[in-house]
């Protein structure tokens, strides 16, 4: 072969790998959208987390608005970018309570990073982590004021973490959580249901 056929063969080649990096940053930046939109892309079967629509407690934690359980852990990388951006989107979104929920083996550990992050997060809920088949660490589980679970995932950006607030507000509102209608629109009630319940004691 001639220098300038190896040539333009190590420039097509070169071009198609940058091209597949690419291609596959944008789809990993995308994974936690989407798991955590299941009407939008379906959920992936044995992703963790407990299962939609099933009733969750935290004992002690008043479910009148949302929450976003957000599982996180000292040390890990994709949560650093997370956290500093929490208290402002929490800021941002007064009907949605964030608790980060501090996973890790020593509870001292655990509980001064829970301190250092604010926002009433907890320490002492890291087994969760098991009694909810959380997969790893930064998850969401998005739970309405029905104590119900909204929406689950890897949340890896603060953008994604704004994106499942979005879709649990648009799951309910306050006044709707109250059995008051939107105006314009349907009234959602969000009465006892028969289901699983997951009973957590601290």
């Given amino acids: 072969m001639s220098d300038d056929l190896w040539r333009v063969l190590v420039v097509v080649l070169t071009a198609a790998v940058v091209v597949e990096g690419v291609v596959l940053v944008a789809v990993m930046r995308q994974v936690g ?14 992703d963790g987390g407990p299962a939609f629509d099933s009733e969750v407690r935290i004992h002690g934690l008043d479910f009148t608005k949302g929450v976003l359980a957000l599982f996180v852990s000292p040390g890990c990388a994709a949560c650093e970018v997370l956290e500093p951006a929490l208290p402002d989107i929490a800021e941002r979104y007064p009907d949605i309570r964030i608790l980060p929920i501090v996973t890790g083996a020593n509870a001292r550990v655990r509980e001064r990073h829970a301190a250092e992050l604010g926002l009433d997060a907890r320490g002492d809920l890291d087994f969760l982590i098991g009694e909810w088949n959380i997969p790893g660490t930064p998850f969401g589980v998005g739970i309405g004021p029905d104590a119900r679970v909204k929406a689950k995932g890897v949340l890896t950006t603060p953008g994604q973490v704004e994106d499942v607030i979005e879709d ?7 006044n709707e959580a109250a059995g008051v209608p939107r105006p314009g629109g349907p009234q959602v009630v969000f009465p006892p249901q028969p289901s699983t319940q997951q009973e957590i004691s601290t």
Wanted: zero cysteines.
């Fill in 168 to 174: 649990l507000l648009r799951s309910w509102t306050p």
């Fill in 33 to 46: 959208r989407l798991i955590l939109n299941p009407s939008r892309a379906g959920m992936l079967p044995g």
